[in-house]
């Protein structure tokens, strides 16, 4: 008889991704006849402009199925490093542009780049849910800088240089934030830059601020990595298509991990980027503002029902809701709201000991599915209270 299987340390410290259990479940529910209303996942549910899926079919067309160079395709390097100077007035060259499967492997390999067995990175706490696990799964550990409703969930240089240790290996920033919609200023984001440890700027949720200037870390700092890509902005979760802009010196080793890790990717999905960047602004500005429509909606209706918002959330498509009034247990509330008021929420404990107490919703959907939506929570709570 087989033993029991024994997985090694990296992959049984893991936790689950709370958010996908709590989807899968809203599937099952759905392919068993009820009606959920689905606030919990982050994934735009726009269609992917029509100028980015013809010139994927094009490239099909044309026979340009076969793996692309290690790198990415130069075109799409190219007006990538021209999008950033364009929009930062910095002056990044398409060198230091890297292609990866979405922008999740980024981060997995600017870590594996950074981090040795018992290093550390800084982040705040709460933070987007892998982030931690990327982290420990490559020997290192994560160092948190507790925020919450008195910091506006905003991540500062002096918190953060409070941190800092001989282990410290980078600060990771994010934003437009992933779970409070919380967007840093220039000026913080320089202080944090002038710590003088190296930064990773996840800037997925970037062309989705709805107040105030966006900034990106590489304005404030060369030495800077950015993790960024096309999921969020627009609308292309399924294409797997991400990047980093990384230091000159970096280039070469995650170029080593692509090859033996990756090989390159998906080839059809970069022309869809290419046609993304050159052709899909006007799709992008009217899903901007319908978002930013969404926010508005979002947060009116929850004021409306007395529920306190941990920061008033100003890019992204989130916004994290306090609910230490009605449970200290953010996961069964989760669930229990699932199964009585047919509404999917993510669990604030999916982001860290500092989400606990708090629910992200996402508008990621409709008005019509938001307000319906608020409308069973609103019974939910009643029920409960």
């Given amino acids: 008889?087989?033993?029991?299987?024994?997985?090694?340390?990296?992959?049984?410290?893991?936790?689950?991704?709370?958010?996908?259990?709590?989807?899968?479940?809203?599937?099952?529910?759905?392919?068993?006849?009820?009606?959920?209303?689905?606030?919990?996942?982050?994934?735009?549910?726009?269609?992917?402009?029509?100028?980015?899926?013809?010139?994927?079919?094009?490239?099909?067309?044309?026979?340009?199925?076969?793996?692309?160079?290690?790198?990415?395709?130069?075109?799409?390097?190219?007006?990538?490093?021209?999008?950033y100077n364009a929009r930062y007035g910095v002056n990044i060259t398409s060198e230091r542009v890297i292609i990866t499967s979405g922008s999740s492997p980024a981060l997995q390999m600017i870590f594996a780049s950074l981090i040795n067995e018992g290093d550390e990175v800084i982040m705040s706490n709460p933070h987007y849910a892998c982030y931690e696990n990327f982290v420990k799964f490559f020997g290192?550990?994560?160092?948190?800088?507790?925020?919450?409703?008195?910091?506006?969930?905003?991540?500062?240089?002096?918190?953060?240089?409070?941190?800092?240790?001989?282990?410290?290996r980078a600060i990771l920033v994010n934003s437009p934030a992933n779970p409070t919609g919380v967007v840093l200023s220039g000026s913080e984001l320089e202080s944090i830059c002038n710590l003088n440890v190296p930064v990773i700027s996840d800037e997925i949720y970037h062309g989705l601020t709805y107040e105030g200037d966006e900034h990106s870390v590489l304005e404030f700092s060369d030495d800077a990595f950015v993790v960024n890509g096309f999921s969020k902005r627009y609308a292309m979760t399924g294409w797997r298509l991400g990047y980093a802009i990384v230091p000159h010196d970096y280039i070469r080793p995650l170029q080593r991990l692509i090859q033996n890790f990756f090989i390159s990717a998906p080839t059809i999905s970069q022309w869809g980027g290419l046609a993304a960047l050159k052709y899909a602004g006007e799709d992008l500005q009217l899903m901007k503002e319908e978002f930013r429509k969404r926010r508005d909606y979002i947060v009116e209706g929850l004021g409306k029902m007395g529920l306190k918002l941990g920061a008033r959330p100003e890019g992204a498509f989130y916004v994290l809701v306090n609910v230490k009034d009605f449970t200290n247990d953010s996961l069964s509330f989760c669930y229990d709201l699932l199964d009585k008021g047919k509404v999917a929420l993510t669990p604030g404990i999916d982001f860290g000991s500092g989400g606990e107490g708090y629910v992200r919703l996402s508008y990621a959907n409709s008005i019509e599915r938001i307000g319906e939506g608020l409308q069973r929570i609103g019974k939910y709570l009643e029920m409960v209270s």
Avoid: C, N, W
């Avoid at 606030?39 to 549910?45: F, K, S, T």
């Avoid at 925020?147 to 282990?167: N, P, T, Y």
């Fill in 1 to 83: 008889m087989i033993d029991k299987v024994k997985l090694p340390h990296r992959a049984s410290e893991i936790t689950p991704f709370l958010v996908m259990d709590i989807l899968e479940k809203a599937k099952k529910m759905e392919a068993g006849g009820e009606d959920i209303v689905h606030l919990e996942v982050g994934e735009p549910d726009f269609d992917t402009p029509l100028s980015v899926r013809e010139a994927a079919k094009e490239a099909i067309d044309r026979g340009q199925t076969g793996y692309a160079p290690s790198l990415g395709l130069p075109e799409l390097r190219e007006i990538i490093s021209e999008d």
């Fill in 140 to 168: 290192g550990h994560a160092r948190f800088v507790d925020l919450g409703e008195k910091e506006d969930f905003r991540l500062k240089s002096h918190a953060v240089s409070g941190k800092i240790s001989k282990k410290t």
